[in-house]
């Protein structure tokens, strides 16, 4: 089989790794259609994918993970840096040799009776400066299928690695026997170099977007002065067509797809207000010859949470996936062979095929309290079917930051939004976020925990080290720096119901944010930094959902004494970083305190 490149160090790797892994054959996967449809027949044959109704969703698949292998798992996610102390007390780590001593065996001749396929690919727009290239090793046709939505892969991807260079991330994945008690996906930052074994989830083996454009991207940004953050992007259009970018890091499942893809209000539409796609889950960000912040979404497609996706909620994504979509983990409506979730309608289908793969009746099934789809199913679907996709998608510049904001899950705590007093204050607002937990990875659902950033399971290197890096970037950035906010869309009231009625509607305070950005808003200083004053938040339209000024007011409240709370679990949060900790952020922590007296 042809080799799509000639660089000695790609054809040297490879070759080891078919050394070790012993596969039948080597496809080098060359992303040309051809190939792919080949794929997706072998793949029917074999049953990993199901074919589902061509004419309503022409171009599109259904997969099922095994029961076992249905999100990422954080206690079997491994940084193994050669000193301990550079994976931090947040990361898992283990000695590289102990680790490559421990898995080699498990991938000696795991790939025998199985085809190994060789997936080039590019992480950015080809071309791009920012771009960095990939290559990953797997026995899974599913993986390869999704690559080609997720990344932009084959021949073209070796374009920004020339013929000599080395610098390309290896990942090696294989499925083996899916065994939990053997998974493992493990990052050699130092190596440059991913290994994932024992899972065919998303998260475990799309080895380009968490192990890759975070993990080790993060490690990488530190090193060469950028940053990978798990961050969606977006542009906001003003009626007079000036579009202001913004970033956002929310934790798993937490709303990153939903606001990168929000449909304004009718009194903003009305208007004329566009909101434009970037990224949903990913942004690369680096200093621009002006001295701005540009941001890239490393991605090709969206790997989206499923349920709760409705035309109401998020009808851009919706769209997104009604053609050449992968559909993993949700449930199947055998009248029309289509797809059905949780939130879709309220119409669970009578005649329904449930996650796990038995035939139920979805109405009496649902009634009973069972859930169709899995909660952490989900799509992947290509970029470019998003309707509001940016037309600066695949600028291989990026796009200027003018806001970055950060959020979370809180039930009382984080009012609805707030902007940080200066870049220093805002790396501290990031370094304080705090969620309840999700099905996004294994473990316990909506226990409160500290993310930094979102990246508690996501940074590649020491989390103290991120944080100087992070407060690095503002003294990098100057008064060029973008400006920092908070938001918390999931407030709840005292029946556990969400008060602010989010979606579309988080255009309201997007609204506020760039406004204030560009130095347009008035603000009140709070303890907690400068909030908006309540009749800044337009809420126009809003009266049949409960919202008055009086429940704004309310969502704007900061409480002292449960901040004084948070105070001492921020405190007991920073021990983990014994001295590494940035005295920035102990300064910051320190005015805090003494705001709210
Ligand atoms: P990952 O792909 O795991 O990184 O998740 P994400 O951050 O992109 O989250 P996503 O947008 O897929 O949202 C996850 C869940 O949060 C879905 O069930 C949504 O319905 C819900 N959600 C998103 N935005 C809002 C909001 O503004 N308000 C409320 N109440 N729920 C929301
Ligand atoms: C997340 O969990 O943040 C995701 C899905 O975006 S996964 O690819 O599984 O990480
Ligand atoms: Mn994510």
């Known amino acids: 089989m042809l080799k799509l490149t000639n660089n000695p160090n790609v054809i040297k790797w490879v070759e080891q790794m078919e050394a070790l892994t012993k596969p039948d054959q080597v496809v080098w996967i060359d992303g040309s259609e051809e190939q792919l449809e080949a794929l997706r027949k072998e793949s029917l044959a074999n049953g990993e994918i199901q ?210 893809m929000l449909i304004p209000p009718e009194g903003y539409t009305s208007k004329g ?127 200027p930051i003018s806001a970055m904001i950060f959020g979370g899950r809180r039930a009382k705590t984080a009012p609805l939004v707030y902007q940080a007093l200066d870049w220093a204050h805002g790396v501290f607002v990031g370094s304080i976020m705090a969620s309840e937990t999700t099905a996004a990875a294994s473990g316990a659902v909506g226990v409160v925990r500290r993310d930094p950033m979102a990246m508690l399971p996501f940074c590649g290197y020491n989390m103290a080290d991120y944080f100087q890096h992070w407060l690095d970037m503002g003294e990098m950035l100057g008064d060029k720096a973008p400006k920092i906010f908070n938001v918390n869309w999931f407030r709840t009231d005292d029946n556990g119901k969400f008060i602010w009625p989010g979606f579309g509607d988080n255009m309201r305070v997007l609204d506020w944010i760039i406004e204030r950005a560009a130095g347009d808003a008035d603000a009140a200083e709070t303890a907690l930094g400068y909030e908006p004053k309540p009749e800044d938040i337009n809420i126009e339209g809003l009266a049949a959902d409960g919202i008055t000024l009086e429940v704004v007011k309310d969502l704007l409240n900061v409480d002292i004494d449960l901040w004084k709370e948070e105070v001492s679990g921020i405190k007991e949060f920073y021990k983990k970083f014994g001295d590494k900790l940035p005295q920035e952020l102990k300064d910051q922590l320190s005015a805090l305190e003494s705001r709210l007296g």
């Open 273 to 399: 207000y566009k909101v434009w796609t970037v990224g949903d889950d990913i942004a690369w960000l680096k200093k621009g010859k002006d001295g701005r912040l540009y941001a890239i979404n490393p991605e090709n497609g969206f790997f989206g949470v499923a349920p709760g996706t409705n035309k109401k909620s998020n009808f851009n994504a919706l769209e997104s996936t009604m053609k050449n979509t992968i559909f993993t983990n949700v449930a199947i409506n055998n009248d029309d062979n289509t797809v059905w979730w949780e939130g879709l309608d309220k119409n669970p289908p009578e005649n329904a095929t449930e996650w796990k793969g038995s035939k139920v009746n979805g109405k009496e099934y649902t009634a009973e309290g069972n859930k169709l789809a899995h909660p952490n199913s989900r799509f992947t679907a290509p970029a470019r079917n998003c309707p509001c996709i940016s037309k600066e998608f695949d600028n291989p510049e990026g796009v």
């Open 51 to 260: 074919l589902l109704n061509q004419e309503k969703l022409p171009g599109c698949y259904y997969h099922r993970t095994a029961v076992n292998d249905v999100a990422r798992v954080e206690d079997r996610t491994f940084i193994c840096s050669k000193r301990q102390e550079d994976a931090g007390s947040t990361n898992n780590w283990c000695d590289p040799k102990e680790m490559y001593d421990k898995l080699t065996p498990m991938y000696d001749g795991v790939m025998k009776g199985r085809t190994m396929y060789v997936i080039p690919y590019s992480m950015g727009p080809i071309g791009s400066s920012l771009a960095k290239v990939g290559v990953e090793l797997t026995d899974s046709i599913y993986v390869v299928l999704n690559m080609h939505i997720m990344t932009r892969i084959g021949a073209d991807a070796f374009k920004n690695l020339g013929d000599s260079s080395d610098d390309f991330v290896r990942g090696l994945h294989s499925k083996a026997d899916i065994d939990p008690e053997n998974r493992y996906i493990v990052h050699f930052p130092e190596d440059n170099t991913i290994w994932s074994i024992n899972s065919g989830y998303g998260g475990n083996v799309l080895l380009g977007k968490k192990c890759f454009a975070l993990r080790i991207a993060s490690y990488q940004g530190k090193n060469e002065g950028w940053m990978a953050e798990h961050m969606l992007i977006l542009g906001i259009e003003k009626p007079n067509g000036e579009v202001t970018y913004v970033s956002a890091a929310f934790p798993s499942a937490c709303g990153k797809t939903n606001l990168a």
